[in-house]
């Protein structure tokens, strides 16, 4: 059977048969959304408001306390009533401390990614989806630095002759790079910005900490296109293909030291977290998308 999904703000999906357990039979290709057809286009988005409709599944389990961090982490407290959509949502939102500007970023974002796009093959429906956009040339606290200056062919070609995963990293999840161009050029969700009225309250304690950008459908597009530049990254050289370094507590004040975290260290036996939303996986497993379970290569 030949299914599509869609994970690219340049990215993704797919035509896909079926594999046999531990092992790809077949590589699905992800495709960059523009080359879809309007069937295509529509069944995604079809089945991504499918999530929202869905009940919660009762798997989700939250390992960070995050009112024990700063208030830059913390975030709403979850909604009993809310949906499976939400729930996935919340795990991004809870995991924040341990996936962003740490060595996680890549390989937590790779497996979230994959297990959302299989969950949208699996369900089906329609609902509403209510979202927030607001286009911000200028997002960077004051910056003279335009959004779209951060994500030119140009600044492409530099990310990817960074000679070591470190350098990679750091270069494109820097705070005036790429990665965070594209979530606050957009505002609303996609940007954390928080409701009218909500700011500073129990439902948005702070505004512009990615939390809850995963509420933002585009969210999965633009992160299969960051899993792109990574896997173009990787495939340079075999030395790229294996490499892994990072550390596993954020330090923000001194990115230029630690720009994916210090110590402790991660490695590549250290778990990969799921908020019980799906398998484990460690982060030496993440490596090859050409092997089980991840089966894709891109366009």
């Not at 795990?91 to 990614?113: D, E, K, S």
């Amino acid at each position: 059977m030949k299914l599509t999904t869609a994970l690219g703000l340049s990215t993704l999906v797919a035509f896909v048969a079926a594999a046999e357990p531990q092992t790809c039979s077949s590589l699905e290709v992800r495709r960059e959304w523009r080359t879809f057809s309007k069937a295509e286009r529509k069944g995604w988005i079809d089945a991504v408001n499918c999530l929202n409709k869905k009940p919660r599944t009762g798997k989700l389990q939250l390992p960070v306390d995050t009112q024990s961090y700063p208030e830059s982490f913390h975030i709403a407290p979850l909604n009993e009533s809310s949906t499976y959509y939400d729930d996935l949502v919340y795990a991004h939102m809870n995991l924040n401390p341990l996936i962003h500007w740490t060595g996680l970023f890549l390989p937590w974002h790779r497996v979230y990614l994959h297990e959302w796009t299989n969950i949208l093959r699996k369900e089906c429906g329609l609902g509403p989806h209510k979202l927030r956009r607001r286009y911000i040339q200028f997002p960077f606290g004051g910056s003279s630095v335009s959004a779209e200056s951060t994500f030119t062919p140009a600044e492409i070609e530099v990310v990817l002759s960074k000679t070591n995963f470190t350098s990679f990293h750091g270069y494109l999840e820097q705070l005036s790079g790429m990665h965070s161009a594209i979530h606050l050029i957009m505002g609303g969700d996609m940007g954390t910005v928080c409701p009218a009225g909500t700011s500073g309250t129990i439902y948005c304690p702070r505004e512009r900490s990615p939390t809850f950008s995963a509420n933002e459908p585009m969210f999965h597009l633009h992160h299969g296109n960051i899993d792109r530049l990574w896997w173009l990254w990787q495939e340079k050289s075999t030395d790229n293909k294996n490499a892994f370094h990072g550390g596993s507590v954020q330090n923000t004040s001194s990115l230029d030291i630690f720009p994916n975290g210090q110590a402790p260290w991660l490695n590549k036996s250290s778990i990969v977290p799921s908020a019980g939303l799906w398998p484990t996986y460690n982060i030496g497993e993440t490596l090859d998308t050409r092997s089980w379970p991840w089966c894709y290569v891109y366009e």
